[in-house]
């Protein structure tokens, strides 16, 4: 965002200098001839008599000022540029704001930081750029592919996320290929080997300078004479009579050449640029060089910069520049409200989950149960397939809940009844989650008439193809033979008639009850009589002296009831707050048997306030012994694999070890000894929490497997998955002995770094199958 907003500046940088100093860089024209270079570097000595001249700038403009270049002082990359008036070599006032827009570019192109440093992070970013721009296009990739229509326009009547998704889609698409010209262009200059390698193939590729030999100390260099550049203009002026621009480089020495670069005016670009080397003595032309005659790598490195200003194409070619430099914050905003969006409805999902978990049917009672399936991008599927199965469930329905992104054409032809919960996404596909799905059942040639189905399709009627991946299932499984129990139900924008319409289904397919508990069901959520009162009995700091923020174990005691199992997680309701405040959900580290609830909690300082985190401040700093906590314990059987002696490799960090700890206590209770924890913090000496613990289960041998990685330290090993591809051969081993793999930690770094390291070990194939069979389960944050 950073990044764009100052490149948008830069694209009129010219235009908003000359529009801010008039007089400066251009002047009155007047009835009189210009002055020569000659001129011009004489008055420029008047005017600075203790600067060397090193470059005068000319165009062929009239009114045009000249631009003279002087000498850096030692240690500067830069030395001043001073305006002379055309016409009598005056001196003109100096040009403001350019220092302004000189930290403008410093900001663009390094982040304010040292050179080298600056460009390694700014090339980083315009990757990340460019995997963003070409992700999103797939993402956004339509149905029908050639109508222009689909690629480039929405309905702006669209509400909500519908609205943010086609003004970020559709946007994005407009402005995509100024987005890879960016990126790549930024990526070449970032990283000198891609840059050498891009010279290497455009054959512009220049040896390394030799390092120049150190001066003598106390020798001063001798002083450089003025050079006449008389004869040199005329010579100049001879060769290249349609010149636009000159840039004159003056020799240090007057037996050095004189060097000209020069554009021509029907120069293709402003950097279509030829050189002359002329002898300053005589005015002999030493070598030419037109644009024209330069190979064809070379001219096409000559484009780089225009087009990454977009002076390539013009005027219009910097307005477009600039309209996609100041999208870029945009794409910011409307892409974290989208993200915010779907994390809100998978949070409201899993609390959902969670309710219809306890309520299952004992045992025995699951004769001819019901399959709710669904398929859902935000969550709003899985939350709504989530409240019609509890309220099933509550009127004595045995259901099975499953995703899309685990069901199968076989899984599917052995329940009776099915129905089916379907989001659509974009133009009418499905969701990421589904295209699985989708695929095999177009693929399938199973038999479906004994299968009663009803689906619920959630869309967005603005869309072209309202309900689309909805239609597309319903049409499918007709075809196969399944018998509709209802008519396909359209959801426009969580309409409540439709929904009402789904309970009236639910009604003759099950019951008066049912019905009646699913109307409930669809319009009501988890409120507050699901908390407990329990009381804080201890708070003990685990890393003193850390450079990380503190963490702190914090125990609560209360009403112990049924108990939970490992990997559960509790939801901390901080309303000494006062009204409006959404739960904080934590990861439990304690088992039932413990007798109380145990958390490892990170304390979190707001970034804008550096005030603590609602939750974590009033749990680890705020509220005093014995004070009430407002504690509701969810179930989490995605993190939960049951009773098992299987081998089971427990990886984390930070307070990730909550997660893991807890299946580690469950874990010793059932005499289970072969665990594997892989557990990574910052200093060994400050950051070691739980060791007593860990080293105690060692000890007792219910860890003989154990790698502490500490990522601050010289020799601490690293990051988790450093130490897991250090220790590859054993993974595979415990893999191939049926092990089950529980990750805990961070979604940010640690997760995605594991789930990598794991793919590489085993490969991304059987990784998935682990997943589908329930032995890589993961709780992240």
Not at 128 to 149: A, E, H, K, Q, S
Not at 249 to 257: D, I, N, V
Not at 277 to 287: A, D, F, R, W
Not at 308 to 322: A, D, L, P, R
Request: glycine content about 10%.
């Amino acid at each position: 965002m950073v990044i764009g907003l100052t490149g948008a500046l830069l694209a009129f940088r010219e235009q908003i200098l000359d529009a801010l100093n008039p007089g400066v860089r251009n002047v009155v024209v007047q009835d009189a001839p210009v002055l020569s270079p000659q001129r011009f570097a004489q008055a420029a000595r008047l005017a600075r008599p203790h600067e060397r001249v090193a470059s005068i700038i000319l165009y062929d403009t009239p009114g045009s000022s000249a631009r003279v270049g002087l000498a850096p002082a030692p240690g500067e990359r830069r030395g001043e540029t001073i305006y002379l008036n055309p016409y009598n070599g005056a001196l003109l006032p100096e040009l403001k704001y350019d220092g302004f827009f000189e930290w403008n570019e410093r900001m663009h192109r390094f982040l304010l930081m040292e050179r080298d440093t600056g460009k390694m992070f700014s090339g980083t970013l315009a990757f990340m750029l460019l995997g963003l721009t070409l992700t999103g296009l797939y993402l956004r990739w339509p149905r029908r592919v050639w109508d222009w229509r689909t690629w480039l326009t929405f309905d702006p009547r669209m509400k909500g996320r519908s609205f943010l998704w086609g003004l970020h889609s559709v946007a994005g698409t407009w402005v995509l290929v100024v987005f890879v010209m960016f990126t790549l262009s930024g990526v070449y200059w970032a990283f000198d080997p891609i840059r050498n390698m891009a010279d290497g193939w455009m054959g512009t590729l220049r040896p390394p300078r030799e390092a120049a030999a150190p001066k003598p100390k106390g020798v001063k260099p001798p002083k450089s004479e003025p050079v006449d550049l008389s004869a040199s203009w005329q010579t100049f002026e001879k060769n290249a009579p349609n010149w636009q621009m000159a840039f004159l480089r003056l020799p240090e020495r007057a037996a050095a050449p004189l060097q000209i670069l020069w554009v021509a005016k029907d120069a293709p670009h402003v950097r279509a640029r030829s050189s002359m080397s002329i002898n300053p003595q005589t005015g002999e032309l030493v070598k030419n060089e037109l644009y024209a005659d330069k190979p064809v790598g070379a001219r096409i490195q000559s484009t780089i910069y225009p087009l990454h200003i977009g002076t390539y194409f013009g005027v219009t070619g910097q307005i477009i520049v600039f309209i996609a430099a100041l999208a870029l914050p945009g794409f910011g905003i409307t892409g974290w409200m989208l993200y915010l969006d779907r994390r809100k409805q998978k949070r409201i999902a899993r609390a959902e989950r969670a309710q219809f978990a306890a309520g299952a049917l004992p045992v025995g009672a699951e004769d001819d149960p019901v399959l709710m399936a669904y398929a859902s991008q935000t969550g709003q599927a899985e939350r709504l397939a989530l409240q019609s199965a509890a309220a099933l469930q509550k009127a004595g329905v045995a259901v099975h809940v499953q995703s899309l992104e685990k069901l199968t054409p076989p899984q599917l032809g052995k329940y009776r009844r099915a129905l089916f919960v379907a989001s659509s996404f974009g133009e009418g596909e499905p969701p990421d989650s589904a295209r699985r799905f989708a695929r095999l059942l177009t693929a399938a040639r199973e038999e479906l008439k004994h299968v009663q189905y009803a689906v619920l399709a959630l869309g967005d009627r603005n869309y072209a193809q309202f309900c689309g991946f909805g239609h597309t299932l319903d049409q499918r499984l007709a075809l196969m033979g399944a018998q509709p129990l209802h008519p396909m139900i359209e959801v426009d924008n969580g309409d409540a008639g439709a929904l009402a319409r789904w309970g009236n289904a639910l009604r003759g397919l099950m019951g008066e009850g049912a019905a009646d508990a699913a109307e409930l069901a669809l319009s009501t959520a988890a409120g507050e009589a699901d908390y407990a009162s329990w009381r804080l009995e201890k708070r003990v700091l685990l890393n003193p002296g850390s450079i990380g923020l503190p963490l702190y174990e914090i125990t609560l005691r209360g009403a112990i009831g049924t108990g939970w199992r490992p990997g559960a997680l509790v939801d901390i309701w901080p309303d000494h707050y006062g009204d409006g405040v959404a739960p904080r959900r934590y990861s439990l580290a304690s088992i039932t048997q413990d007798g109380t609830l145990q958390l490892i909690v990170r304390q979190v300082r707001c970034a804008r306030s550096q005030g603590l985190g609602l939750a974590s401040g009033w749990l680890t700093d705020q509220a005093a012994i014995g004070d009430e906590v407002r504690v509701r314990v969810i179930a989490n059987p995605a993190f939960d694999a049951g009773p098992s002696s299987a081998p089971a490799i427990y990886i984390g960090n930070g307070s990730g070890l909550a997660g893991l700890r807890s299946h580690l206590r469950d874990r010793v209770l059932q005499g289970a000894r072969r665990n594997w924890l892989i557990f990574g913090e910052r200093q060994r000496e400050h950051d070691a929490i739980c060791s007593e613990e860990i080293q105690g289960l060692r000890d007792k041998g219910y860890l003989p497997e154990l790698d502490l990685v500490y990522s601050r330290d010289a020799n601490g090993g690293g990051y988790v998955q450093d130490a897991m591809r250090e220790r590859a051969a054993a993974l595979r081993a415990w893999i191939d002995d049926g092990a089950l793999i529980f990750v805990c930690g961070s979604l940010q770094g640690m997760a995605g770094g594991v789930d990598a390291a794991l793919a590489d070990i085993i490969g991304r194939t059987r990784l998935d199958q682990l997943a589908e069979a329930g032995r890589y389960r993961r709780d992240v944050y």
